[in-house]
């Protein structure tokens, strides 16, 4: 009775500890990394358990290299380069795993080196190119390892290159026709349309109308006259002026107060005719645009410049008299 006892206890002490044991989840070994395939280049026939390069090595990498910089020069420059180092299982040579794992991490960064220093060499900046290099032992062999040309093919490194893909063509720069048809198109202001049109129908070459500020008047987004009667292109003028005025005036002189802001009127006055006089050259003044002629006496009055108000009254009334309908 007692022996029964002491064995239907024991049982029940195993039936506890084998329940016990079952409910903690059995660990799992980590995975290996898998084999890559496809490589772009390799690199075979490394010496035994040894990672120096041959000459065939260097031939190899010389035209890598190569292939790169012709990469680079197409527009497609290489991103990320993957370099990974194999070694060959041989029995009788005793080498433990983590000796086959050196030896093939060792293949690839010498690789690695020798083809960034090509890169240097043909001026390939691989500064923002993502290099991987690794080592894979002897667990991904290609051939059989049981000859010594078996051996000799899994004694390799493996190169990737990925090329970004090839960036688009720019666009092709637009015409001048095609510009100057844009830009007739897309305004409602008839003193641009007007000027687009003439250059359009003439063939008259902007860069020489006698104006400075033209070219930016025929780029910029000409919108109708505002309240204030000014239209962009003479805001545009009038700010040229302004700024030189300001140019000249904070330049260190012992000339008086009138006599240098004189100078920097006269000067930058000449450009504000200018631009009305290329309106005039193109018969393309607009006439509900009255505040050039206003903006022109008025400050003509207060620089007292060498432009006599009658002379400015005449060359805005010349303007005026003519009137483009497009």
Not at 81 to 94: E, L, S, W
Not at 278 to 302: E, F, G, M, W
């Amino acid at each position: 009775m007692h022996l029964l006892r002491h064995i239907s206890a024991g049982l029940l002490c195993l039936g506890t500890s084998f329940a016990l044991v079952q409910t903690s989840a059995p660990e799992v070994a980590e995975a290996a990394p898998a084999c890559p395939s496809n490589p772009n280049h390799t690199l075979s026939d490394f010496p035994a358990y040894k990672y120096e390069i041959t000459g065939t090595h260097k031939a190899a990498l010389d035209a890598i290299a190569n292939k790169v910089l012709e990469l680079t020069r197409a527009g497609k420059p290489v991103r990320k380069i993957r370099i990974v180092g194999h070694a060959a299982f041989y029995a009788p040579d005793h080498k433990t795993s983590e000796g086959y794992q050196k030896i093939s991490e060792q293949r690839a960064s010498v690789v690695n080196a020798e083809l960034t220093a090509r890169f240097a060499n043909l001026g390939i900046k691989y500064d923002k190119v993502k290099i991987i290099v690794e080592g894979m032992s002897d667990r991904c062999p290609v051939d059989t390892n049981s000859t010594q040309a078996g051996r000799a093919k899994n004694r390799r490194v493996e190169i990737w290159i990925e090329a970004a893909p090839q960036a688009p063509p720019k666009p092709k720069a637009k015409t001048r026709k095609q510009l100057l048809q844009s830009l007739k198109a897309s305004t409602s202001n008839p003193t641009t349309q007007c000027i687009a049109g003439k250059l359009l129908s003439s063939g008259t070459n902007a860069d020489y109308l006698p104006v400075k500020g033209l070219k930016a008047f025929m780029d910029a987004r000409i919108q109708d006259v505002t309240t204030t009667g000014y239209t962009d292109f003479e805001l545009d003028l009038a700010e040229q002026l302004q700024k030189t005025v300001k140019r000249i005036h904070d330049v260190p002189t012992k000339q008086s107060e009138e006599v240098r802001f004189n100078n920097a009127f006269n000067s930058a006055q000449r450009d504000l005719i200018d631009g009305v006089r290329a309106l005039k050259y193109l018969d393309c003044y607009d006439k509900r645009t009255p505040a050039v002629k206003k903006h022109l006496i008025n400050r003509s009055k207060q620089a007292k410049s060498l432009y006599s108000c009658p002379v400015i009254k005449q060359l805005v009334k010349d303007m005026t008299a003519n009137t483009c309908t497009g």
